[in-house]
């Protein structure tokens, strides 16, 4: 960061002194708290806290940038200041869209102090800064010679000078660190769970491979000599209705045992080279006939994408399932949209996700706005036969057949929710 002009009057140092030495007491307990709960908004809010009840002021923001350099709100104290924005800034979801990125793009962008106040002067745009805010101090937090984040400290009744820019800098050098340790040490922690998630989702796929070939070899004995006898009967014998109903019960069992090895993955692909948008407009008749009338299918399609390898039938397959699955969270209608586009998977995106592969992807997103996934449940959707639906509506095999589809065919899948939220299932090919 650039020096800063500060006060050479004595007095003035000593009272800054003290003050940063407060901060600095604050900030510690919040990193010793922090080790014991490990949670990494509830430090960033310990954080903010210890920073505007010292320097008295009526809130502000703390935010870190994702993956792909966008801000993320990570916690937000408020008073006043935020009356009149719409959407409000200090609810997380208002920023999936970007929201407000203007504002806290000029931290990334200037990499320096900003100090403003409406009476005297904005070093900006001022429409970028909300109505009730008269003044504020905002400082980009940076670990490595990077921006990773910054905060915003807003309406303070006296104002802040150039010596609260110096106080700031030893503030951002000290944060910066801690937001990183903590971040890192979530991604650890993340990365961890989804490896053993991945062990187990293997380990249950060995298990339903098993169970279902050896179900297979019963059904292919028990249908066919149903079959068998049901031929040999007059169409108009006794038993020949029982008959017919063990053969479609034993078509059903023949179709679960599919879908477990859809799972398993040890179902026998025919893969392709195909233009993955156009198959989307194809099939997309056939997917609107899926929802109801209530839900809005809308499709957004990025264009010119490379070409993907994969079965097209298990293609369509995974895209009915992902519909219908969006379709009955949904039960008082929604917009459901499918998009496209590109990805790589660098070193970061494989250290936090494991079991995908470095490499150039194309993806398909279905995003719904229904009821979203519990953060308990998020772990589970995609073992076989859990479900949330009510009984006798599911079997629990959709996002199961889905799973195992999408492995088998070398891509990844992901899934975002939040509950009332809606949901997004993203598949990488």
Not at 342 to 354: M, N, W
Request: overall charge negative.
């Amino acid at each position: 960061m650039p020096a800063v002009v500060i006060s050479e009057n004595p007095a003035t140092e000593i009272s800054r002194t003290g003050v940063e030495r407060v901060l600095l007491d604050a900030l510690s307990r919040a990193v010793l708290k922090y080790l014991r709960h490990g949670d990494l908004e509830e430090f960033a809010r310990d954080l903010l806290r210890a920073v505007c009840e010292e320097l008295q002021t009526d809130g502000g923001l703390i935010f870190d940038l994702d993956q792909e350099g966008h801000p993320r709100l990570l916690s937000a104290l408020a008073q006043t200041w935020q009356q009149g924005m719409n959407p409000d800034p200090c609810l997380a979801q208002n920023w999936l869209e970007g929201y407000p990125a203007p504002l806290f793009d000029l931290l990334a962008t200037r990499g320096e102090v900003l100090l403003f106040d409406r009476q005297t002067s904005v070093p900006f745009d001022p429409d970028l800064v909300p109505p009730a805010v008269e003044n504020g101090i905002g400082f980009p937090l940076e670990h490595d010679s990077q921006t990773i984040g910054g905060v915003f400290l807003l309406n303070r009744p006296e104002g802040f000078t150039p010596d609260d820019c110096r106080t700031c800098e030893m503030l951002a050098g000290t944060i910066g660190l801690a937001i990183a340790n903590a971040r890192e040490r979530h991604n650890r922690e993340q990365a961890e769970l989804e490896l053993r998630q991945a062990q187990k989702m293997e380990a249950l796929g060995q298990l339903a491979a098993g169970v279902a070939h050896d179900f297979n070899n019963m059904l292919t004995v028990i249908n066919g000599y149903t079959a068998m006898t049901a031929q040999a009967l007059d169409a108009n014998h006794p038993m020949r209705e029982g008959l017919d109903i063990a053969l479609e019960a034993g078509k059903r069992a023949a179709d679960l045992a599919r879908q477990l090895l859809a799972f398993s993955r040890r179902q026998m692909l025919h893969p392709v080279v195909l233009d993955l948008e156009s198959h989307l407009e194809r099939v997309q008749k056939l997917l609107r006939r899926l929802v109801r009338e209530d839900i809005r299918f809308e499709i957004e399609l990025a264009g010119n994408l490379p070409y993907v390898k994969v079965d097209p039938g298990q293609l369509e397959q995974v895209l009915m399932n992902l519909v219908i699955n969006a379709r009955d969270a949904m039960s008082e209608g929604g917009t459901l949209k499918l998009t496209t586009g590109q990805a790589h998977f660098d070193r970061i995106f494989l250290k936090t996700h494991p079991g995908s592969r470095p490499g150039d992807y194309v993806w398909f997103r279905l995003s719904d706005t229904g009821t979203g996934i519990a953060p308990e449940n998020l772990a589970r959707i995609f073992q076989p036969f859990f479900t949330t639906k009510e009984q006798g509506k599911g079997t629990g095999l959709g996002l199961a057949t889905v799973y195992g589809i999408v492995k088998q065919s070398g891509g990844y899948i992901t899934v975002d929710s939040q509950p009332g939220s809606g949901t997004s299932f993203t598949v990488y090919l």
